[in-house]
């Protein structure tokens, strides 16, 4: 699904044992919640770019976090015109994982340029706390 016009990323949703996701308020955009993501790449497969980009905004490690899914298809978020501009990317198609915490009393280091908060919440207050653009493809994942 990757190609010209779409950059590919993953996404990482952290879960413990209740359900809920580890939600991170970006640093850039107070108010505004997201999970870990970022662009894959070159060489790099989709999941060790999840381990990177997870490891690099939150801290979280092997020692705290274990992969123990991915969703089965690439997942398109179509950029805003705003966004887009003039440019010839017009958005990013993700491959999410699934990552479970050892210890549900872990804690996050938010890594201070992308996010500057967190906290465990429910799927669905996520979704509803996404930049708009950003809704359809988390409500598709988290709520599918």
């Given at each position: 699904m990757p190609g010209h016009h779409f950059r590919a990323g993953v996404v990482a949703v952290v879960r413990r044992s209740d359900g809920r996701v580890l939600a991170f308020?970006?640093?850039?955009?107070?108010?505004?919640?997201q999970l870990p993501q970022g662009g894959i790449e070159l060489g790099e497969?989709?999941?060790?770019a999840a381990w990177?980009?997870?490891e690099e905004e939150s801290g979280l490690t092997p020692a705290e976090v274990e992969l123990v899914g991915e969703h089965p298809q690439?997942?398109?978020?179509?950029?805003?015109?705003?966004?887009?501009g003039d440019g010839p990317?017009?958005?990013?198609?993700?491959?999410?994982?699934?990552?479970?915490v050892r210890d549900d009393d872990v804690e996050p280091k938010p890594d201070?340029?992308?996010?500057?908060?967190?906290r465990?919440?429910?799927?669905?207050?996520?979704v509803e706390h996404v930049?708009?653009?950003?809704?359809p493809s988390y409500a598709q994942v988290l709520r599918g």
């Amino acid at each position: 699904m990757p190609g010209h016009h779409f950059r590919a990323g993953v996404v990482a949703v952290v879960r413990r044992s209740d359900g809920r996701v580890l939600a991170f308020e970006r640093a850039d955009r107070p108010g505004e919640w997201q999970l870990p993501q970022g662009g894959i790449e070159l060489g790099e497969t989709p999941a060790q770019a999840a381990w990177r980009e997870l490891e690099e905004e939150s801290g979280l490690t092997p020692a705290e976090v274990e992969l123990v899914g991915e969703h089965p298809q690439w997942v398109p978020m179509p950029w805003p015109p705003e966004i887009v501009g003039d440019g010839p990317r017009l958005g990013q198609v993700h491959r999410w994982f699934e990552f479970r915490v050892r210890d549900d009393d872990v804690e996050p280091k938010p890594d201070g340029r992308e996010f500057r908060a967190w906290r465990w919440v429910e799927p669905a207050w996520l979704v509803e706390h996404v930049v708009a653009f950003r809704r359809p493809s988390y409500a598709q994942v988290l709520r599918g």
